[in-house]
């Protein structure tokens, strides 16, 4: 079962990618254009089949009350285009602190400041797609 992460920011959206549905691993960042998502719509398909996804996960950007806010609404339509564009199941994962978090794993991996914000989203999508493995691996125990 292979499965891809998105980590869907104003300006990039982040990637990552299971395929025995164990561990997570980053792939790369797309940047978001001034066609916004639709002009990533070509390149996200490229990766579905090349890496034969059977879903996607997304992270939902909760409030601190764990609460659904504006940002998790703009992520939820854009999940809705994602789905009917791609053809895939979509399921929400939180991601609060994973960008804190993946700044603190970069950093802890050796990277520039630089590299760290190059990386940063396929780093925050691994995290969100692990933490899914995670759940789900509690449940087919």
Known sequence: MAILALDLGERKIGLAFSDQGK?????????????????????LQ????KHQINKIIIGLPKTLRQEIGPQARIVKNQ????AK????????????FSSSEAAENL?????????????IDSESARIILQNYLEKIKEFNV
Do not use: H
Request: aromatic share 6%; hydrophobic share 35%.
């Open 85 to 96: 564009r791609l053809n895939l199941p979509i399921i929400f994962e939180d991601e609060t």
């Open 107 to 119: 950093a802890n991996e050796g990277f520039s400041q630089k590299k760290i914000q190059e990386k």
């Open 46 to 49: 490229e990766i579905c089949q």
């Open 79 to 82: 999940a809705q285009f994602l």
């Open 23 to 43: 561990i997570a691993q980053r792939l790369e960042s797309i940047k978001i254009g001034r066609a916004g998502l639709k002009g990533s719509i070509g390149r």
